[in-house]
């Protein structure tokens, strides 16, 4: 009688939800960064924005927002604390008014970008952390970063609505 097993590679495949295990803090960071800085900055409608807008950064929330989503801090407050802890953060985005209902707001429009930094950010990780180069990541490996970063999106906005009583 032959058997199978039904456990497939991707549930026995896990990210850990704190990042920081697989990479340290300072290379997350880092990497973060270089995706971030790799999207088109000089967008002529972007630029305009941000001009009629100087107090919009959206680089600085796409690096806030990601760098604790990836370590699993997602409460919008601890996000906020977050900014206050780390020092880099200070130095990097001074002055910056860190409130979690502006949090909240950021990741609400601009759930896409976050998204894919968190990918990107997954990818990097995975890459270093198993040495796989540049090689292609399979759909369903990508169909699972693109999924945890999701879950990871989906948890803060529900943390964020329990802590408002919206739930």
Known sequence: MKTSNPTTAADRFVLPWDMSEWAAK??????????????????????????????YQP????????????????ESEEVAA???????LRIRFPAQNVTAPLLARFRRENRG?????????FKRVLREKFELGDTLMPAGLRRYLVDAASARIDVARDIDRAARGAL
């Open 59 to 74: 680089r600085f929330w796409l690096t806030l927002l990601s760098y604790a989503y990836a370590q699993g801090i997602c």
């Open 113 to 121: 970008m976050i998204k894919w930094c968190l990918v990107e950010l």
């Open 26 to 55: 300072p290379e997350l960071l880092a990497w973060l960064d270089e995706e971030i800085g790799s999207l088109d900055w000089s967008n002529p409608e972007l630029v305009e924005s941000l001009k009629a807008n100087p107090v």
């Open 82 to 88: 977050l900014y206050y802890k780390e020092s880099w």
